[in-house]
């Protein structure tokens, strides 16, 4: 028996027995939904969903529809005629369908849709004619024709939208709706011309070609650019594929009482309990999306049409306690009569999703543990971003106010297009833009990801750039058309406001929680605590069972980190210490020393600062462990390179300045990443390790004895790949550690340990594991060493890597989990059976990654460590990978 492709809506739930996540998976989000809303009975225009496997057969079959796939698609054409009672391609009752995409995870405008499907030249005079309205058939037309030309040809629609301009333009109005039937007729007619001048053939009027085109144009649309822009910044697999939904046209643009829009049963900005949303008066549903043209609020909806806002709102209601979560809506309204047309899991700011998932524990629809789930980790960044000073706003005169689309505040140079911004920022000539544009639409999405904020003229709470800028976190104003006087031009790269005139590189500021736009720049401060931020963490700290630690090289990051909720210090990487202007001219004279002697006497000056950075932190840490990395990189990174700071080190040093040079000559690499560092220096200069135990010892003795509480320092040697270098550096390590320790008449025990993050160290582990205490992962090495480029160099090559689908995300952002995956895997699992109580954790970038969390609880380590802002993020991606899979915990 062959794969099934496609489901009615009919069959949806039952065919997986409303298994919800297995439903998405297969029909796509927007087709689970369309599903589980007809099996509740609710007004669903019928139709079936194609399926995202349907979707990644398409592209196996060199982007064509086999000819299984095509057959069943007019069979199930054929089974929503026997619906509908109406004929796809008739004359007389043509049977119209919208086309769109439908994928697994929400990605708003993103992919392609089609409606009104099934018009031509003489289907669209049988509707003029059965409906008695030719402007509603012409206007159907014209969209069609529109939609089809740019979606399944790709022939653009800037022409198109001209026309229409200039014909608005000649009737004296701005809206669509001041276009008369003869308009829109004479309109069809000049798109037609158009696509006969740009694709030399006549526009299809066979409604089995536009269908099975349109069908291919939305799997396409799975791989256009701005697409694959929006998977990658939201870790969405590509190999995912999207759905694709065949529904029976519902006109919201047949008159006054038709009318479409899009609703949230909870405000998707504030996470207020209460209705939101926008509709359009006879309009169709990609005009409240693309925003056109400015919508009503929801609200109004009761004055205009009571019996199917009251409708609507009992759905809303059913459907959020059915889903147990805030529902995105889509509903078209047909002469007086609601349809649904969609439902899914709202998108929402981080500020929303905290006051949600409180919300709906409080209410009892979820428990906490379920609550975790319910905010994605990446969005807690969005609350560290920085908002207006207080004094400085208190200044700062509003010069308009538009809709607060996203919050956050944002503070920049006006740019007027994606380019510009994309390409201000990564030259460094406007290092911070705001996007200013009359609507954004999802082409702009790498500008949208680069600006500071984005502010529109036209557009409502619901349009592209309130959507999308809430799911990227990103401040956003829209419709500041609305109620202000307002002038844009992009040929002048001039933007008005109110009578204040502002040109390209001018500054403005922008309030996504308030609206209030200025023309100034404003001063920003550190994000405010959230309310709900401490509660929620609770519950996550509930359900993990991964510590999580902080990489902090300084006194100021570590009390940052555990202000963030850090449990210790995964990563104190030394040689930051060493770059500060009151050390370097000391670490200087140790690299170029002649003899081990005058080596030594260097150390002897920079110990004193090591061991008061250690005691500054320990102090701070209190019981938490702090892992202490010896000195890494190679020793020229610590070296002048100036001709004058050449010779005054050699004065100092009594050495002449060629000699000097000849030295830091010598101590060049060729591949230094690879050359002389980490375990390497210890093992040539072993006074080095020596001088670093002492420090951390020293500090450790002290901060005990003040407090009371015995600290156990933790030392991790790094870039070891044999047992014997471990044991060789360990030697020295002990030598001196014991010798302070027992000077001091204290029984104070410590650690020696090492980072994992060469191959051969990973496969040889179970050796390693005979002389370490603990290893960390240092994933950063760990990738570049395994995939053999420089993470330093490899942005200038993996962008085609990307667009070739070889690699669909960077592996120094998320862990590679096939490749350098398994040598953690492996050695975790080796190390272990060595050394069974051997400590993992994981210090890498990687730390803060929730995919890669979630990788690290999956294989077993103690913790994982990251910088001191990403910890909120790791801490709810470990509580969310340890309720997905709990895991049995060590004695």
């Known amino acids: 028996m062959s794969k099934k492709f496609l489901y009615l809506f009919k069959e949806g739930h ?31 225009p019928q139709g079936f969903t194609i399926t995202t496997e349907a979707c990644t057969q398409y592209y196996a079959d060199g982007r064509e529809i086999n000819e299984e796939i095509k057959a069943d698609i007019f069979k199930y054409m054929g089974i929503l005629e026997e619906q509908t009672g109406k004929k796809f ?33 003489q289907a669209v005079e049988g509707l003029a004619k059965k409906t ?108 995912w594929g999207t759905a694709v939904n065949v529904q029976q046209m519902a006109f919201g643009n047949s008159g006054m009482r038709s009318g479409t829009g899009v609703a949230f049963t909870r405000n998707p900005a504030t996470g207020e309990h209460q209705l939101m949303g926008e509709y359009l008066i006879n309009a169709q549903g990609e005009d409240v999306v693309a925003g056109i043209r400015t919508p009503s609020p929801i609200s109004k909806l009761h004055e205009e049409m009571p019996e199917v806002y009251d409708q609507f709102q009992e759905i809303a209601t059913r459907l959020e306690k059915y889903f147990k979560d805030m529902q995105d809506m889509e509903f078209t309204i047909e002469d007086g009569k609601l349809f649904m047309l969609q439902t899914r899991n709202g998108k929402r700011t981080a500020q929303a999703a ?50 607060a689309a996203s919050p ?11 380019e510009e911004a994309e390409e201000m920022v990564k030259s460094g000539k406007m290092p911070k833009v705001v996007l200013v544009r009359l609507e954004t639409s999802p082409e702009d999405i790498v500008g949208m990801q680069v600006s500071q904020g984005i502010l529109t003229v036209r557009g409502g709470m619901t349009s592209h750039a309130a959507v999308v800028a809430r799911g990227m976190g990103v401040c956003c104003v829209s419709g500041c058309g609305n109620d202000n006087d307002v002038k844009i031009d992009y040929e002048a790269k001039t933007f008005e406001i109110n009578g204040h005139k502002f040109a390209e590189g001018d500054w403005i500021s922008i309030d996504g929680a308030t609206g209030n736009i200025y023309g100034e720049q404003v001063a920003t401060v550190a994000a405010t605590e959230n309310p709900y931020l401490q509660r929620f963490m609770g519950w996550a700290d509930a359900a993990r069972q991964l510590k999580v630690f902080t990489n902090a090289d300084n006194p100021t990051d570590a009390q940052n980190a555990v202000n963030m909720g850090a449990e210790g210090i995964g990563l104190c990487r030394t040689e930051h210490m060493f770059f500060a202007a009151d050390r370097i001219k000391a670490v200087r004279e140790m690299i170029c020393a002649r003899t081990v002697e005058d080596r030594k006497k ?11 950075d250690f005691t500054a932190m320990y102090r701070i840490m209190g019981d938490r462990p702090m892992t202490v990395r010896y000195l890494d990189p190679p020793l020229h990174e610590f070296l002048p390179t100036k001709a004058e700071d050449i010779a005054e080190l050699a004065q100092d040093m009594g050495m002449s300045a060629e000699e000097l040079t000849n030295i830091v000559e010598s101590l060049h690499e060729f591949n230094p990443m690879m050359g002389h560092r980490g375990c390497r220096l210890a093992v040539t200069y072993p006074e080095i390790a020596e001088m670093q135990t002492n420090a951390v010892i020293k500090a450790a003795l002290k901060v005990s004895a003040e407090t009371g509480k015995m600290i156990t320092p933790h ?50 582990a179970g050796e390693i594991a005979r002389e370490a205490d603990f290893f960390s ?43 350098v995956g398994k040598l953690v895997k492996m050695a975790a699992h080796d190390g272990r059976e060595t050394n069974p109580n051997l400590g993992l954790g994981i210090c890498g970038e990687h730390g803060g990654d929730p995919s890669s969390v979630e990788f690290c609880h999956n294989v077993g380590l103690d913790y994982v460590s990251c910088s001191p802002y990403r910890v909120p993020i790791a801490r709810l991606a470990a509580a969310q990978a340890a309720i997905k899979a709990p895991r049995a915990m060590k004695d």
């Open 14 to 44: 039952d065919a997986f027995g409303g298994d919800q996540t297995t439903m998405k998976n297969i029909l796509g989000g927007k087709g689970a939904g369309l599903a589980e809303m007809t099996h509740a009975g609710m007004p669903v």
């Open 602 to 612: 260097a150390l002897a000056k920079v110990e004193p600062y090591q061991e008061a």
């Open 715 to 764: 030392i991790m040697i790094p870039l070891v790949g044999e047992v014997k270098e471990l044991k060789y550096v360990k030697d020295v390590v002990v030598a001196t550690a014991d010798k302070l320790i027992a000077e001091a008449g204290v029984a104070m025990k410590y650690q020696v340990g090492t980072m994992i993050e060469i191959p051969r160290a990973a496969l040889t």
């Open 777 to 819: 992962f240092g994933t950063n090495d760990l990738t570049q060493m395994t995939f053999g480029f420089s993470r330093d160099d490899a942005a200038k090559f993996l962008t085609a890597y990307y667009d070739t689908k070889i690699y669909e995300s960077d592996p120094f952002q998320h862990l590679d989990q096939i490749g």
């Open 408 to 418: 956050g505040s944002a503070c920049g140079q006006i740019v007027f297009t994606a």
């Open 89 to 121: 391609g008739d004359i007389e009752n043509p049977l119209l369908v919208s086309v769109r995409s439908g994928a697994r995870q929400s990605m708003p405008g993103m992919m392609d849709t089609i409606l009104n499907l099934g018009l031509n030249d």
């Open 354 to 403: 905290l006051k949600i998932a409180i919300d709906l524990v409080d209410e009892g629809m979820i428990d906490e543990r379920e609550a975790v789930l319910r905010v994605e980790p990446k969005q807690l960044d969005t609350l560290l971003h920085p908002q207006f000073d207080a004094a400085a706003l208190k200044a700062a005169e509003v010069i308009g106010k538009g809709l």
């Open 132 to 239: 008695s309205n030719p402007r509603f058939a012409y206007d159907c037309y014209r969209r069609f024709i529109q939609m089809y030309s740019d979606v399944v040809m790709e022939l653009g629609k800037s022409f198109f939208e001209e026309k229409i301009d200039e014909r608005k333009a000649a009737k004296g109005g701005t809206q669509d709706v001041a276009l008369t039937a003869d308009d829109l007729k004479e309109l069809g007619k000049q798109v037609k011309a158009s696509y006969l001048e740009k694709q030399g053939s006549e526009f299809p009027q066979d409604p089995k070609e536009q269908l099975i085109g349109a069908v291919k144009a939305v799997f396409r649309s799975w791989d256009n650019p701005r697409a694959n822009v929006y998977r990658k910044m939201n870790e969405i697999p590509y190999e």
